[in-house]
């Protein structure tokens, strides 16, 4: 699932700068968007960077051992 930066403006006029939903498009983000601010209109919106997951390390047989002895 991606991530989106939305910028928008409720319908009383409040602007809302970031608020971040996760979809597997944008469309299906703007969807869930919608559900939460009824009539907003949307100013802008940007792929978030998924800058919270993490790759896996890749460790050595020699690694491990070396973990399990100390």
Same mark, same amino acid.
């Given at each position: 699932?991606?991530? #989106?930066? #939305?910028?928008?403006?409720?319908?009383?006029?409040?602007?809302?700068?970031?608020?971040?939903?996760?979809?597997?498009?944008?469309?299906?983000?703007?969807?869930?968007?919608?559900?939460?601010?009824?009539?907003?209109?949307?100013?802008?919106?940007?792929?978030?960077?998924?800058?919270?997951?993490?790759?896996?390390?890749?460790?050595?047989?020699?690694?491990?051992?070396?973990?399990?002895?100390?």
């Amino acid at each position: 699932m991606q991530k #989106f930066n #939305f910028s928008i403006q409720t319908r009383d006029g409040q602007r809302i700068v970031s608020v971040v939903i996760a979809g597997r498009d944008q469309e299906d983000a703007e969807r869930k968007l919608r559900q939460m601010y009824h009539h907003c209109e949307i100013v802008s919106c940007n792929a978030a960077e998924m800058s919270d997951q993490k790759t896996p390390q890749v460790m050595s047989v020699e690694d491990i051992i070396t973990l399990i002895s100390k």
